[in-house]
């Protein structure tokens, strides 16, 4: 009893300031994640409250946080002044396009340059790889001259065509590290049951990258629904416009009087509907790809 005694009482008095320390860690990351979120949430929230005041209500001196009258008509008025079905229809379909070409594009790829043999496949999965490093508008002077000569210009198409061409380099790239970490005893299993590729890929491949290509499909629908410069460079009529461009004639200085912030906002707020719906419907998936991807491109 004597030799036991000892060796038990360091243990038990160590683990009591531990014990202790516990709750105020997770107290402080608490608060911590609190102001953080806090700091985030204050603009949407500054936001609605403009979208509810009327226009001379939005100038007041000190600003108030709480309008005194909730002028829900602006998030009627403010869309019908832009139109805003016909060009919730133009982001929707340019949009849909786009996600659909460039995740399909991206997966086809990366499961070629992992999972298949070829010569050069190195030298190409190089060239992705080292395409991330351009940014987009080093080539929007040659893509707009070769736009216009095949008569694509105040048309969708150079919005969405390239997509379909494996247009984002990152997403080739984390598709081919995610298909590096399936064992490729899955595929001689799938081969000895008589599946090509195509098959292999359909139907084994994909569902097994769901987390990667849904994390993909958000991001790919969040870059597209946000583009702002690509429309406005090929896109000359008004009726072909996506709300990104449309949004600005509430803010345009050729407008010659002031904007209206009131309806600006409300609309604003319902612009930025589908992608909050769509990150929360899908917002399983996305965490888990992001962690997955994360830690396959460790390896």
């Known amino acids: 009893m004597q030799t036991v005694a000892p060796a038990l009482a360091p243990s038990t008095a160590a683990?009591?300031?531990?014990?202790?320390?516990?709750?105020?860690?997770?107290?402080?990351?608490?608060v911590t994640a609190l102001f953080i979120s806090s700091v985030m949430v204050v603009p949407l929230l500054w936001m609605i409250t403009i979208g509810l005041k009327s226009r001379t209500a939005v100038f007041e001196v000190p600003p108030r946080l709480l309008p005194r009258e909730f002028n829900w008509s602006?998030?009627?008025?403010?869309?019908?002044?832009?139109?805003?079905?016909?060009?919730?229809?133009?982001?929707?379909?340019?949009?849909?396009?786009?996600?659909?070409?460039?995740?399909?594009?991206?997966?086809?790829a990366g499961y070629a340059l992992a999972r298949l043999r070829f010569p050069g496949r190195k030298v190409w999965f190089y060239l992705f790889v080292g395409s991330m490093l351009l940014p987009g508008v080093v080539g929007l002077i040659p893509l707009f001259q070769l736009y216009k000569s095949i008569g694509w210009y105040d048309t969708w198409l150079p919005l969405?065509?390239?997509?379909?061409?494996?247009?984002?380099?990152?997403?080739?790239?984390?598709?081919?590290q995610y298909f590096l970490a399936i064992p490729y005893s899955i595929d001689e299993a799938a081969k000895?049951?008589?599946?090509?590729?195509?098959?292999?890929?359909?139907?084994?491949?994909?569902?097994?990258?769901?987390?990667?290509?849904?994390?993909?499909?958000?991001?790919?629908?969040?870059?597209?629904?946000?583009?702002?410069?690509?429309?406005?460079?090929?896109?000359y009529s008004a009726d072909k416009w996506p709300l990104s461009v449309g949004m600005a004639s509430f803010i345009s200085p050729f407008a010659g009087q002031t904007p209206d912030w009131s309806y600006?906002?409300?609309?604003?707020?319902?612009?930025?509907?589908?992608?909050?719906?769509?990150?929360?419907?899908?917002?399983?998936?996305?965490?888990?790809?992001?962690?997955?991807?994360?830690?396959?491109?460790?390896?």
Do not use: C
Not at 15 to 30: E, H, I, Q, V
Not at 160 to 172: M, Q, R, S, W
Not at 211 to 228: E, G, K, R, V, Y
């Open 264 to 299: 600006y906002m409300a609309t604003n707020l319902l612009y930025m509907l589908p992608p909050l719906i769509l990150f929360f419907a899908a917002q399983r998936y996305f965490i888990q790809g992001l962690g997955s991807l994360g830690s396959t491109t460790q390896k």
């Open 160 to 176: 969405i065509v390239p997509a379909f061409f494996g247009g984002n380099p990152l997403f080739i790239f984390l598709a081919r």
């Open 15 to 30: 683990s009591g300031p531990a014990k202790r320390r516990r709750p105020l860690g997770t107290a402080s990351w608490y």
């Open 74 to 108: 602006n998030f009627i008025e403010g869309p019908q002044a832009i139109n805003f079905g016909r060009l919730l229809l133009n982001s929707s379909v340019i949009t849909a396009l786009s996600v659909l070409g460039g995740v399909l594009t991206a997966m086809m």
């Open 192 to 235: 000895i049951d008589g599946a090509g590729h195509f098959r292999i890929f359909t139907q084994v491949m994909l569902p097994l990258t769901r987390p990667a290509w849904i994390t993909m499909a958000i991001l790919a629908f969040q870059a597209s629904w946000n583009d702002f410069l690509n429309p406005l460079v090929y896109l």
